[in-house]
């Protein structure tokens, strides 16, 4: 009888060990984990309405894909873009992890988390608008999705676009207007992104 209560009692300890074996949950992947990542700048109409500007898309324009690839991400080789003093264009960044699956929402589903900068830019010469939007409809500044207008000509020179990982709190202290901060490090965490690329500001299509 002894044996018989033994035998119960060790089967007993066994299936609860399976069960919670199976219950376990299963490793999140970070999604935050960036494998490759490109950014598209796409023409776009600035419509100013009492003082309020929209941006609408104008048909047929080509687009400025910039591919950024490799273990640092790091743009085609020697070459830089130009983007038109007086135009406006939609900078939106796509990006994929590791498995080459989409994670550029992850950044605006986690907006308290995250802050694009754009820096490197002469003084003066660059506006930059956020407009991103999240799951629920809400308006958030991250920076997956923007708006730039050139305003000013200027030579070839690096411009950066950081994706910055925010402690805690941080994100609460940063504006609208800090988009080109270049202290932006005083805004505590980590980047997630660091694109480095050459751009020429240029009037009336001349370039180089």
Known sequence: MKKFILGLFT?????TNFSCSKDDPIAEVDQEEVGGATLVFTPV???DQDGQVNYEDVEGAEEIKI???GATLLPPVG???HLEVGESYRVHL????FAGRPTEQTF???ADQHQAFILGAPTGTLDYKYADVDANG???NVGVTGYLTVLEHADTFALRYVMRHLNPGVKEGIRAQDWNNEDYTKFTGDNDLDLKFEIHLTEDGHGH
């Open 138 to 140: 809400n308006t958030v």
């Open 79 to 81: 070459e830089h873009y």
């Open 108 to 110: 605006v589903s986690r």
């Open 45 to 47: 109409q600035a419509i």
């Open 11 to 15: 089967c007993s300890i066994i299936l």
């Open 94 to 97: 796509l990006a994929t992890d």
């Open 67 to 69: 591919v950024f690839d």
